[in-house]
């Protein structure tokens, strides 16, 4: 059983789109978060939940609404994508936020915009 | 001062040899020192993790050298093998509440293991 899914794998869209991307555990963590990864590989942290609770909002676009409905989903909506939004967004998930606590990521959602 | 600084960026080595990755920080209310590993089309995963107050630690053939004073810590892979090909990233993290427990990444290093 996957510990953390996110669907789609793949998603090419037009600039100017609305698109979402969906995360669930089945860890049964409380904390959750969406880390974005550039074309150089480099991993950004844009936002943290603790039991449904954001917790981080790393000065991410407007564009780029979390929603989390219970526990195990957090989900990643962007509105009027533009060409720097293409990367591969990591969701991931650990049992509690703080320091030490392991996070397992999911196997990414590699987003194109063209 | 949030930062956390890797490198090499990328790495090749023989099957056998010892790799060695370095990492950097500023921040010492850092606590919390993992590395990830990272396969093409995966995500990240933990490898090992060390904390502040404890100098070496080893789990199979990855050790972690952990310098508080110089606030550096380095990745060593002993007897690397083709399969540790992969990106590893060095992370950074701190026990406070309204951090939320996120992961401060390095650049990453890509290690490719020569047969």
């Known amino acids: 059983d996957t510990a953390v899914s996110q669907t789609p794998k793949y998603l090419v869209t037009q600039m100017g789109n609305d698109k979402s991307i969906k995360c669930e555990q089945n860890?049964?963590?409380?904390?959750m978060y969406w880390y974005k990864q550039d074309s150089k590989k480099f991993l950004k942290i844009m936002f943290s939940?603790?039991?449904?609770?954001?917790?981080i909002n790393e000065t991410v676009p407007n564009r780029f609404s979390p929603k989390s409905p219970d526990k195990a989903h957090l989900n990643l909506h962007i509105n009027s994508l533009e060409l720097g939004d293409s990367a591969v967004y990591f969701c991931a998930s650990s049992h509690g936020r703080f320091a030490g606590s392991e996070a397992f990521f999911g196997q990414g959602t590699r987003l194109t915009v063209v | 001062q949030q930062q956390v600084k890797q490198s090499p960026q990328s790495l090749i080595v023989q099957k056998g040899g010892i790799p060695i990755i370095n990492c950097a920080y500023e921040n010492t209310a850092f606590d919390y020192f993992p590395w990830y590993q990272q396969f093409p089309g995966k995500g990240p995963a933990l490898l090992i993790a060390?904390?502040?107050?404890?100098s070496e630690k080893k789990e199979g053939r990855f050790t972690i050298s952990f310098n508080k004073s110089a606030k550096q810590f380095s990745l060593h892979i002993m007897d690397s093998q083709p399969g540790d090909s992969a990106t590893y990233f060095c992370a950074a993290s701190m026990g406070i509440d309204n951090q939320g427990g996120k992961l401060i990444f390095g650049q990453g290093t890509e290690l490719s293991v020569k047969p």
């Open positions: 860890l049964g963590h409380d904390t």
């Open positions: 939940y603790n039991n449904k609770e954001l917790i």
């Open positions: 060390i904390r502040p107050d404890v």
